[in-house]
């Protein structure tokens, strides 16, 4: 949605679309670009740029409500097994998801993962409190 030159608000959609192509037509992409934007398609964007690793977590009976409801940001969920919950993710993705769990998760691996969101609450505290 935009304003053009009078003011006036305009929105494009799909009906307006005048023409397709495909890129493969105009573009060639070399195997590591292309490697890159399959595990664009298959992981989220937000990941890929990072590099991802392995994470697992237990979580709260809420917990596993509240992850299965925020799915916005949420890294790839490769198992779940009960109350474990092993995720494809990387440091970036992890920062913005899990901090809002709290007491919900705690981070069984990798240990510096969990390290990272201790310290994130800890100053956050910290700031609270005014230390």
């Known amino acids: 949605m935009y ?13 307006k679309i ?13 195997k590591e670009e292309t490697e890159k934007l399959e595990e664009m398609i298959r992981l989220g964007a937000q990941f890929s740029e990072y590099g991802t690793y392995e994470m697992k977590a237990k979580f709260t009976k809420e917990g596993l409500v509240k992850l299965h409801l925020a799915y916005k940001n949420r890294p790839l969920i490769m198992k779940e097994e009960g109350s474990i919950v092993t995720f494809r993710t990387n440091d970036f993705a992890s920062m913005i998801y899990f901090t809002q769990f709290g007491e919900m998760m705690t981070i069984i691996e990798p240990d510096d993962l969990r390290e990272k969101i201790l310290d994130f609450h800890r100053k956050a505290i910290a700031n609270d409190m005014g230390l």
């Open 3 to 15: 304003r053009d030159n009078s003011g006036n608000l305009v929105t494009l959609r799909l009906s």
């Open 18 to 30: 005048i023409g397709v192509s495909f890129a493969s037509d105009r573009f060639s992409f070399s």
